[in-house]
């Protein structure tokens, strides 16, 4: 089993920029792919960015290229992952969530499972 843990959140101001980590502990060996969801009040989940644990390639949401960046790194028993946010706007504001996808198994019989964070707030003010 995975688990996930985020820091990094909090209030900013227009412009500015945060960075979020997240910890995988665990199974960490069955992770394919670590990333970031966001969910504001009213709003469905939605992809922020992602990266896969082997070989690095990544993938973001529209609203965010070319202002978010994720990267990933192993830290003893641990998997990180880190979003770093720049020229954050109102609209930026929610509550964002770690996420993991693991495949478990033979290729054969491969279980897949996701698992996500508790979230961690972040509030851009204007």
């Known amino acids: 089993q995975v688990q996930l843990v985020e820091s990094g959140g909090g209030l900013v101001q227009s412009g500015g920029s945060l960075r979020l980590s997240c910890a995988a502990s665990g199974r960490i060996f069955s992770i394919m792919t670590m990333g970031w969801y966001r969910q504001s009040p009213g709003m469905q989940r939605a992809l922020v960015a992602t990266?896969?644990?082997?070989?690095?390639?990544?993938?973001?949401g529209d609203s965010v290229k070319g202002r978010f960046t994720v990267s990933s790194s192993r830290d003893n028993d641990k998997n990180m992952v880190y979003l770093q946010m720049n020229s954050l706007k109102p609209e930026d504001t929610a509550v964002y969530y770690c996420?993991?996808?693991?495949?478990?198994?033979?290729?054969?019989?491969?279980?897949?499972?996701?698992?996500w964070g508790q979230g961690t707030q972040v509030t851009v003010s204007s």
């Open positions: 996420y993991a996808y693991e495949e478990i198994g033979p290729v054969e019989r491969v279980v897949k499972r996701e698992t």
């Open positions: 990266i896969t644990t082997r070989g690095g390639s990544t993938n973001y």
